[in-house]
T-cell receptor
Framework: KQEVTQIPAALSVPEGENLVLNCSFTDSAIYNLQWFRQDPGKGLTSLLL?????REQTSGRLNASLDKSSGRSTLYIAASQPGDSATYLC???????????FGAGTQVVVTP | GAVVSQHPSWVICKSGTSVKIECRSLDFQATTMFWYRQFPKQSLMLMATSNEGSKATYEQGVEKDKFLINHASLTLSTLTVTSAHPEDSSFYIC????????????FGPGTRLTVT
């Protein structure tokens, strides 16, 4: 059974520092991996989607890497801002229907 | 961009009553929608996969008679929580899969259900 783990569970950094969020999964047979952002009491915002054949994706200050063979992904957020404060979730697509298996998330606080 | 809406955004109901939550894809047709629940400080847990025109597929441990899912059209799926109890209080989120993209899902804003 696929298990997705995110470390750390919580992270607090001063504004301007780079953020590094880790995600690991136990079964490398995935279709893709996605990173989402969730603000308190809100739905999910998709940040990056990495296909299983890709090694990384970039969007603005965000960069995500994928090492499928070792079951790991890392989300880098450069020059963090207070507006980056949120919970970040990673999820892997486990079947052809698009079913997602989520990690528990990393709660990020960026202090001014 | 693709937009998914949910209605209502929050609802309070009494124990024993039923509550219906709607999930709509506003600018695309979604043959597949997913329903998740999220308890405080926890991640999303998939409840069921909803396919237009066929019965929903429920995850292990989810009571299909309690959580009724109907995917009536290519833009609407509904989740009905029947005979709700306080332990059903949770944040329910739906997502819709855009058939034109490769496994990309668009999430609704969620519905906060409180059962008193």
């Amino acid at each position: 059974k696929q298990e997705v783990t995110q470390i750390p569970a919580a992270l607090s950094v001063p504004e301007g520092e780079n953020l590094v969020l880790n995600c690991s999964f136990t079964d490398s047979a995935i279709y893709n991996l996605q990173w989402f952002r969730q603000d308190p009491g809100k739905g999910l915002t998709s940040l990056l989607l990495i296909q299983s054949s890709q090694r990384e994706q970039t969007s603005g200050r965000l960069n995500a890497s994928l090492d499928k063979s070792s079951g790991r992904s890392t989300l880098y957020i450069a020059a963090s801002q207070p507006g980056d404060s949120a919970t970040y979730l990673c999820a892997v697509t486990t079947d052809s229907w698009g079913k997602l298996q989520f990690g528990a998330g990393t709660q990020v606080v960026v202090t001014p | 961009g693709a937009v998914v809406s949910q209605h209502p955004s929050w609802v309070i109901c009494k124990s024993g009553t039923s509550v219906k939550i709607e999930c709509r894809s506003l600018d695309f047709q979604a043959t597949t929608m997913f329903w998740y629940r999220q308890f405080p400080k926890q991640s999303l847990m998939l409840m069921a996969t909803s396919n237009e025109g066929s019965k929903a597929t429920y995850e292990q441990g989810v009571e299909k008679d309690k959580f009724l899912i109907n995917h009536a059209s290519l833009t609407l799926s509904t989740l009905t929580v029947t005979s709700a109890h306080p332990e059903d209080s949770s944040f329910y989120i739906c997502s819709a899969r855009d058939p034109d993209t490769i496994y990309e899902q668009y999430f609704g804003p969620g519905t906060r259900l409180t059962v008193t």
